[in-house]
């Protein structure tokens, strides 16, 4: 979420501020690096995310995606607002 908007994205909100709570940081996995693996969803962010009318099965809180260079690469697109 935050290098999303470092990189100048104002479409994802991230109200909230990264505590789980808002889920307006909603994005799609596009593709992941081989090798890479993103975590599993929390129950929290499984909750939130349930409570979306964009739901899809690659749908992450981009907040909670912990980036690291084993990510370096991965594409997302931005879902659209609630
Ligand atoms: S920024 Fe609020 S849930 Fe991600």
């Given at each position: ?36 693996e ?24 981009s ?20």
């Amino acid at each position: 979420m935050q290098n999303i908007r470092n990189a100048g994205t104002e479409e994802v909100q991230a109200i909230c501020g990264g505590s789980l709570s808002c889920a307006t940081c909603h994005v799609y996995i596009d593709d992941v690096p081989a090798g890479a693996e993103l975590p599993p969803r929390s129950r929290d962010e499984e909750d939130l995310l349930d409570a979306s009318d964009h739901l899809e099965e690659n749908s992450r809180l981009s907040c909670q995606l912990v980036f690291g260079p084993a990510l370096d690469g991965v594409r997302v697109t931005i879902a659209p607002e609630d």
